[in-house]
């Protein structure tokens, strides 16, 4: 692969693959959410707007940017600094943590196509990385790349990482992955990937050293936790507190905790959560599975696939796992490489998984969870 640079051409090649995509999906996420708003409040406000974006993870990223993390152990401590310290950045212009969080998802978003057009081009061709950046954009869950989540934060450093790291460009994909790092701790999956890669390509002596790097935020955020709490570990303690009530699982064990929970649950929103994650669990195993079947992917990426899956699952309990399969989005070459003879399909899949985001937005809008 040559040296990757977003040169001028290559932008303006990204810029008309990523922009329909991104619009189109902006917009759609925010009509939306402005249909729920107006159902549920009867009048589209700037409060309105505001409770629309602020629930659950969106609260605590929203509570950190405007206080700080507590001085004991708590449910905040599971979450590092990175994507709040942007919203607080954001905030000296929007005045408003809200808008401020919207903001920075939202140019995170544009910048991760960015770099997903530009790792699937390089992987494949400009009519597969059109594609994937379509997949990306109007996936089911893809209102959370909206939200005040770091799901566009850590998807655009996870991606970037990846981009450079196939290019062979060690030092500024491990400094991306530690940018990932710093948004959720689950970036850490990025480094065996960069080890693996390194290795394969033989490396590892000349530049083995870029990869401490990326634990560099974890090890920060540690010191800071023992400074502030006295617990060096908090941010791994943190989930078992009520708030999380989990604890790192085989993912059978997690997946049997969750179809028993669903099979006892009397009311049928509750069963349906717990079945949707259950749904996107046994969804992210088959595209794991399909990763390593197909043998024109890079095996770097089956590996980032796999331990991405595997963070998502591995818990005494299944949640959020729709949301976190968004960083899925290297498996989108698989689904290229099975439709490469009926191409047709791939309008279909990217429609039909369109149709999923505006009910998730309008849902995610009226307080619901859906995953």
């Not at 940018?179 to 490396?203: F, I, K, S």
């Not at 969750?258 to 749904?279: M, Q």
């Not at 595997?310 to 968004?326: E, G, H």
Request: aromatic share 10%.
């Amino acid at each position: 692969m040559s040296a990757v640079a977003l040169g001028v051409a290559d932008r303006r090649v990204a810029a008309r693959a990523v922009l329909p995509a991104y619009a189109t999906a902006k917009v759609l996420t925010l009509v939306a959410v402005a249909l729920a708003v107006v159902r549920h409040d009867g009048a589209l406000t700037s409060t309105s707007l505001s409770q629309a974006f602020s629930h659950w993870d969106a609260v605590s990223h929203l509570d950190i940017a405007g206080h700080g993390y507590p001085s004991q152990l708590d449910y905040h401590d599971a979450f590092p600094p990175g994507y709040p310290l942007l919203i607080r950045a954001a905030s000296v212009v929007t005045r408003d943590l809200v808008l401020a969080g919207v903001l920075v998802s939202a140019l995170a978003e544009l910048a991760a196509l960015v770099f997903i057009h530009e790792l699937v081009r390089h992987e494949r061709d400009a009519g597969v990385a059109r594609f994937a950046v379509w997949a990306v954009a109007l996936a089911p869950l893809g209102f959370f790349l909206t939200g005040v989540y770091t799901e566009s934060c850590f998807i655009a450093a996870a991606a970037l990482a990846l981009l450079l790291m196939r290019a062979g460009h060690m030092r500024g994909a491990a400094l991306a992955g530690a940018v990932a790092v710093a948004m959720r701790v689950t970036g850490m999956v990025l480094l065996p990937v960069l080890a693996y890669e390194l290795a394969r390509q033989g490396r590892i002596r000349r530049d083995g050293v870029w990869l401490a790097l990326v634990p560099l935020p974890l090890l920060l955020f540690a010191a800071y936790l023992r400074l502030r709490t006295g617990d060096a570990l908090a941010f791994l303690h943190a989930e078992t507190l009520p708030s999380f009530g989990e604890a790192a699982a085989w993912p059978w064990d997690g997946l049997n905790t969750t179809l028993a929970t669903a099979a006892g649950s009397t009311d049928p929103t509750n069963r349906a959560i717990f079945v949707r994650e259950i749904i996107a669990g046994v969804f992210g195993f088959v595209a794991v599975l399909a990763s390593w079947l197909d043998t024109r992917l890079a095996r770097s990426l089956a590996v980032y696939a796999t331990l991405v899956w595997l963070s998502a699952v591995s818990l005494t309990f299944w949640r959020s796992v729709p949301r976190y399969d968004l960083a899925l989005f290297a498996v989108v070459i698989v689904v290229a490489d099975l439709t490469a003879r009926i191409r047709a399909v791939r309008p279909v899949l990217v429609e039909a998984s369109a149709a999923v985001l505006a009910w998730g937005a309008y849902v995610f809008a009226e307080g619901g969870w859906v995953g």
